[in-house]
């Protein structure tokens, strides 16, 4: 068996796991929407705009995933794809309003509602949206079988793996309020390890799950797309030299040169460049009218 390790070695010295654990006061950038339960803090009622899909969101990651498969399917020619994007400000706990959590009784963004049908459908979780979007409009998810079952494997691939870059790299390495060599070390590890396995089968594909674009390419660009660009989490590009990573960078290129990638890149995002931010989409010519370079604020 071996040794019990000295709690005068643990960060911070002499901590003791409790036997029962109990919630410690918020600290952090993220702290004050972090609680160990669930259900609403407040009532409020989700706003409904005009398009059968409404979109309740913010620009994260998995913001943009969905943000940019709706542009993906208006750029093909999906007229039924048009929606309202609402912003969900989750910083200031909008998630926790009783209207929302009564689409997505799990309060994390984004949350979707199909006003096509009656009743309308709410769902919830970036990856059950994105396969809704595309089942709903037959797009993006091949029908052969072993097509399917590769898209479908690289998706969740993708909402199983995408925890370790943000909540476990990316906070420790960008937003804890202490830098903790130990949990940066072992994130280090894995994400560098997902970037190879990305970047070996995009060696052997034009695509993530093969040789046709993909709700699998949408759920992984925003967030590996991001890290190859060196556009988050500081100077984490750098940190983790994506640019070794040749054909994870030929196709984190290729995708943001589409139309529809640099628009749904920009949809409810509050933060960077003003030209960059777009935080509620409800109509084509937002893109052109409603940045916040043209209306400030």
């Known amino acids: 068996m071996a040794d019990t390790p000295d709690p005068a070695n643990n960060f911070p010295a002499g901590y003791v796991p409790a036997r029962v654990w109990t919630a410690p006061e918020a600290s952090g950038p993220f702290g004050n929407i972090n609680r160990p339960v669930s259900g609403a803090t407040h009532e409020k009622e989700l706003p409904v705009g005009q398009h059968p899909i409404q979109l309740y969101s913010q620009g994260t990651p998995n913001g943009q995933k969905v943000t940019i498969m709706l542009e993906e399917l208006l750029a093909a020619g999906h007229a039924g794809a048009e929606y309202d994007a609402w912003l969900i400000r989750i910083g200031e706990g909008d998630q926790f309003g009783s209207g929302f959590v009564g689409i997505n009784p799990n309060s994390k963004i984004p949350a979707l509602v199909d006003r096509s049908v009656d009743p309308a459908i709410p769902v919830f979780e970036s990856g059950a949206i994105l396969f809704y979007l595309a089942e709903r409009f037959g797009a993006f998810l091949p029908t052969d079988p072993a097509k399917r079952a590769a898209t479908m ?16 790299f990316g906070h420790f ?40 674009l993909s709700i699998a390419d949408f759920a992984i660009w925003p967030w590996y797309g991001a890290l190859a660009l060196g556009k988050t989490y500081g100077n984490a590009g750098e940190f983790l030299a994506t640019g070794d990573y040749a054909n994870l960078q030929r196709w984190t290129r290729q995708l943001a040169d589409r139309p529809a990638v640099k628009r749904g890149r920009i949809v409810n995002v509050t933060m960077g460049a003003p030209e960059h931010q777009l935080h509620e989409r409800h109509d084509a010519g937002d893109f052109d009218t409603k940045t916040q370079d043209k209306i400030g604020g």
Request: aromatic fraction near 14%; avoid cysteine.
């Open 153 to 168: 494997s690289w998706l969740m691939w993708q909402m199983g793996a995408g925890p370790f870059v943000g909540g476990g």
């Open 173 to 212: 390495y960008a937003y804890a309020p202490i830098k903790i060599q130990y949990a940066i070390d072992r994130y280090t590890m894995e994400v560098k390890r997902q970037l190879h396995v990305l970047d070996t089968q995009l060696g052997r594909h034009e695509f993530v799950a093969g040789d046709e």
